[in-house]
């Protein structure tokens, strides 16, 4: 069973800020044409997810993180482990667990036509919360962690890293794959 804590804030925040369960699953490879290592799960860049496969996913987001990202349209069977994928690496400090983590972010479900469940950018403004276990779902905990300001981050996480069978509806249905393009505003210590 997830565990949750439902906090009166907007629906991202509070699935972002529920407490995840789930163990580590990623394989690191090589990432080309980008410079830097990406983790993935090792059939996700096979081309058998989403239509054009993870590489489609990536190149729908955009580039430009002073701007919302894409929506992206996925399709068919959705990687079975936690995909990161840095669309745009930063130069600034790396975010670890710890940190009070300053984000743009945009949520999509896997196999949703690109509908945006939620996000900081129709907000107009980024949110800010600590980066710790017991207070995000666990595909954040393992998921944002390396990542640097100034960078744009992919992550798809499987359902046992998200909400698992008891999802959050009813924008987030039981078992879903979720899609996050994350951008990073800041790091710090956290408090």
């Not at 945009?106 to 207070?135: E, H, I, M, N, Y």
């Not at 666990?138 to 069978?165: A, T």
């Amino acid at each position: 069973m997830i565990g949750r804590r439902l906090l009166p804030v907007p629906l991202v925040l509070a699935a972002v800020l529920a407490v995840g369960c789930g163990d580590e699953r990623t394989a690191t490879v090589a990432s080309e044409g980008h410079g830097t290592d990406t983790e993935h799960s090792a059939s996700a860049g096979s081309g058998e997810h989403g239509g054009a496969g993870l590489e489609g996913l990536y190149a729908s987001i955009g580039k430009d993180v002073k701007t919302a990202p894409g929506s992206p349209k996925t399709s068919g069977e959705p990687p079975a482990e936690l995909v990161k994928h840095d669309v745009v690496e930063g130069k600034g400090a790396a975010a670890k667990v710890g940190d009070d983590v300053e984000v743009q972010y945009q949520l999509t479900v896997w196999g949703a036509d690109g509908q945006v469940v939620d996000s900081s950018w129709q907000r107009g403004q980024p949110a800010t919360f600590p980066l710790q276990s017991g207070g995000l779902i666990e595909g954040w905990i393992q998921g944002v962690p390396g990542m640097k300001v100034g960078g744009r981050r992919i992550l798809v996480v499987p359902p046992d890293l998200g909400y698992g069978p008891a999802g959050q509806p009813p924008a987030i249905p039981a078992n879903a794959t979720l899609v996050f393009v994350i951008d990073l505003v800041g790091t710090g210590k956290g408090g």
